[in-house]
């Protein structure tokens, strides 16, 4: 091969890795204020409130901002954001709550351990659990694991956008 056909070859083939790559980074936006869908839902829990005055969303409401850099999830009294860079989220829900997300292809991906302190036991109780988001046009739908030393739970949550 000739040095000038190798170079034309070696361009184009960095191209097409660059993009490969930003068609790769593309993720979807869920921004936007998301209504539960109680008859394809599962049960809801209660929300728990932090007493008068915490400011909230209406519990059926999932209210959500998303950049490039973090995602913003508030429903009830919780309103958190976390951060694509990998760093933790801290928040303390009767325990303490380390989370982090990632994307997985087009899937949202919210991972958290939680220690509360029992004091019956004299030990801390360690939780963990996936929170798995997806959307298919005006549909998100919010996956739940929950692993706790009393077993392994799931449900599902899904969301009309309004």
């Known amino acids: 091969m ?3 056909l190798m170079s034309g070859v070696c361009v184009a083939l960095a191209m097409l890795c660059v993009v490969t790559t930003a068609a790769a980074q593309t993720h979807p936006d869920l921004s936007g204020t998301w209504i539960v ?9 209660p929300v728990r409130g932090r007493g008068r005055g915490a400011a909230s969303a209406p519990p059926n409401q999932l209210v959500i901002k998303q950049t490039g850099e973090d995602i913003s999830l508030a429903w009830g009294t ?12 801290f928040h303390f829900e009767a325990g303490e709550v380390r989370s982090t997300v990632a994307w997985e292809g087009d899937t949202l991906v919210v991972s958290w351990k ?3 302190f029992v004091p ?3 030990a801390y109780v360690t939780t963990t659990g996936k929170d798995v988001y997806t959307v298919a046009g005006n549909e998100l739908r919010q996956e739940s694991t929950t692993v706790s030393p009393k077993g392994t739970t799931t449900s599902k949550t899904i969301y009309s956008k309004s």
């Open 114 to 116: 939680k220690e509360v």
């Open 120 to 122: 019956a036991d004299g």
């Open 78 to 89: 919780r309103n958190l954001t976390y951060h694509f860079d990998g760093t933790e989220t």
């Open 37 to 45: 869908d109680t008859a394809k839902s599962d049960p809801q829990p």
């Open 2 to 4: 000739t040095r000038q």
